[in-house]
């Protein structure tokens, strides 16, 4: 049973900085694609970033340059390190994982692909 639990999240004014976690476990970590979704109030689910098993990253467009998605195989855990924030950030954001790359084949994050999602958590920018 794959569990993916998010934390990091919180409050920062515009222009702060902030560090997401995804702890993983309950399937073969590194065979993975891995990626962070982001959700508002009222607009649909979109893909942040994707990491797959060689650490080939993907981002999208509107966090390019200010976003950075890692791991640590060691520890089963995804990062999302996030700089420069704006309003605009300002969203649920869910940590994924597929067992196969698909989703990190593609050029741009695609949250339709994910198989799984965590819970999610609350990012706030003001």
């Known amino acids: 049973h794959v569990q993916l639990v998010e934390s990091g999240g919180g409050s920062v004014q515009a222009g702060g900085s902030l560090g997401l976690s995804c702890a993983a476990s309950?399937?073969?970590?590194?065979?993975?694609?891995m990626g962070w979704l982001r959700q508002a109030p009222g607009k649909e689910r979109e893909g942040v970033a994707t990491?797959?098993?060689?650490?080939?990253?993907s981002y999208a467009d509107s966090v390019k340059g200010r976003f950075t998605i890692s791991k640590d195989p060691t520890k089963n855990a995804v990062y999302l390190q996030m700089d420069s924030l704006t309003p605009e950030d300002t969203a649920m954001y869910y940590c994924?994982?597929?067992?196969?790359?698909?989703?990190?084949?593609?050029?741009?994050?695609?949250?339709?692909?994910?198989?799984?999602r965590g819970q999610g958590t609350q990012v706030t920018v003001s």
């Open positions: 309950g399937y073969t970590y590194s065979s993975y694609c």
């Open positions: 990491i797959d098993s060689d650490g080939s990253t």
């Open positions: 994924a994982a597929h067992q196969s790359p698909g989703p990190c084949l593609v050029p741009t994050p695609r949250p339709e692909l994910f198989s799984y």
